[in-house]
């Protein structure tokens, strides 16, 4: 990867190029590392809501394309995973992940908010990656690059919540059964119009509360 960068400290050195002084390893900070450890959190939040077996028959049943591997087993029966198969991978998990959300049939239902919060974490790093991919660089497609990530840091808290502690959960139980009492405190004395209103606002202090806590686990 060659950064389109102006002139710095290794300006003018001899035989110094400063744009081949650092070439970032995909394989291994991208495909073996975050998308390796991402993969983790969505096997846990299918597992947690019925959906695992649904992401391994839509993962089988991907059709053959030009520089696509189809995969031979299902996502599951994989022992170990290779630079190849994650670079595969980074290629379908967005379509696989929407498409198994959406099955209908899973042990309990997926809130919309949820799936979309978990899409919307899972594209951001895909865009990531694939900016990543380009040859040079400009402030704009840095600029690209930043907003991808903080966009996946500021939605992975929905995959968090399938890996938190039994002491963290109870917190949350606690947090969202008092949050539910002072909604229902509150719309006693509201008219049904204003009603709807006071839910939403709760379910974003709910939603705020939710990552401090798994955060500060």
């Known amino acids: 990867m060659n950064l389109g960068i102006g002139q710095n400290i290794f300006h003018g050195l001899n035989r110094v190029s400063a744009s081949d002084l ?6 291994h900070t991208i495909y073996l590392r975050l998308f390796k450890h991402m993969m983790h959190w969505i096997e846990a939040f299918l597992k947690k809501h019925g959906r695992l077996q649904a992401f391994d028959e839509v993962w089988k049943a991907l059709p053959p394309y030009p520089g696509f591997l189809v995969p031979k087993k299902a996502y599951c029966k994989v022992p170990q995973w290779q630079g190849k198969e994650m670079r595969n991978l980074g290629r379908c998990i967005l379509g696989v992940l929407a498409v198994a959300l959406r099955q209908p049939g899973g042990a309990q239902g997926i809130p919309l908010k ?16 694939m900016m990543a991919q380009y040859r040079s660089h400009t402030a704009d497609t840095i600029a690209y690059m ?7 840091h500021r939605m992975k808290d929905i995959f968090l919540e399938s890996q938190v502690t039994k002491s963290t959960q109870a917190k949350l139980d606690k947090q969202r059964k008092e949050i539910q009492r002072q909604r229902a405190l509150r719309c006693e004395r509201v008219a049904t119009s204003q009603r709807r209103r006071i839910r939403d606002d709760d379910r974003d202090e709910e939603d705020a509360l939710r990552i401090d806590i798994i955060h500060g686990e």
Not at 22 to 27: A, E, R, S
Not at 146 to 152: D, I, K, P, Q, S
Request: with cysteine.
């Open 114 to 129: 949820r799936a979309l919060r978990a899409l919307r974490c899972v594209r951001a790093l895909v865009d990531f990656n």
């Open 146 to 152: 930043e907003e991808y990530l903080n966009l996946f």
């Open 22 to 27: 650092y070439k970032p390893d995909m394989l």
